[in-house]
């Protein structure tokens, strides 16, 4: 049972972790459009912040808490599919703290992105998190 909780905290924790990486670059595009100090960038800086401080950093370390848990608990040490799937969790992760970095440019105003740039990052996580489901769910390579 306990097994069973676990993999429900971490499916609620991937849930919150993808919400915040599909709508962090979505922010980004709009806020590109705005002039740097007006109230509209200042309130995008805020919800930035927000979002990554409050809901997506400690949703990604519960997802690598409970996730690592899981493969001890199961014993997957050795499936193929998940030495795949965990190379795109750190791959999720390196997206993860690359637009931390770009919240950062935006407030220190070294912002050089344009929004079309955003709107292409923005189907990065899209593109890891498919793989993600379909390695765990399929498990190819046993």
């Known amino acids: 049972m306990g097994y069973?909780?676990?993999?429900?905290?971490?499916?609620?924790a991937v849930i919150s972790w993808m919400a915040g990486?599909?709508?962090?670059?979505?922010?980004?595009?709009?806020?590109?459009?705005?002039?740097?100090?007006?109230?509209e960038s200042d309130l995008f800086e805020v919800?930035?912040?927000?979002l990554l401080r409050y809901i997506m950093t400690p949703a990604?370390?519960?997802v690598w808490l409970?996730?690592?848990?899981?493969?001890y608990w199961a014993g997957f040490f050795d499936a193929t599919w998940l030495h795949i799937k965990l190379l795109l969790v750190v791959g999720m992760?390196?997206?993860?703290?690359?637009?931390?970095?770009?919240?950062r440019d935006f407030v220190k105003g070294k912002n050089y992105r344009s929004a079309r740039f955003f709107r292409i990052t923005n189907e990065l996580?899209?593109?890891?998190?498919?793989?993600?489901?379909?390695?765990?769910?399929?498990?190819?390579?046993g």
């Open 4 to 12: 069973l909780w676990l993999k429900a905290f971490h499916i609620v």
């Open 21 to 39: 990486m599909l709508y962090l670059p979505r922010l980004f595009v709009y806020h590109v459009s705005v002039k740097r100090g007006s109230p």
């Open 47 to 50: 919800m930035e912040f927000r």
């Open 60 to 62: 990604m370390i519960v």
């Open 66 to 71: 409970t996730g690592l848990s899981l493969v």
């Open 93 to 103: 992760s390196a997206v993860h703290g690359f637009l931390s970095k770009v919240r």
């Open 125 to 141: 996580p899209t593109l890891f998190m498919v793989g993600i489901v379909i390695l765990v769910v399929v498990k190819p390579w």
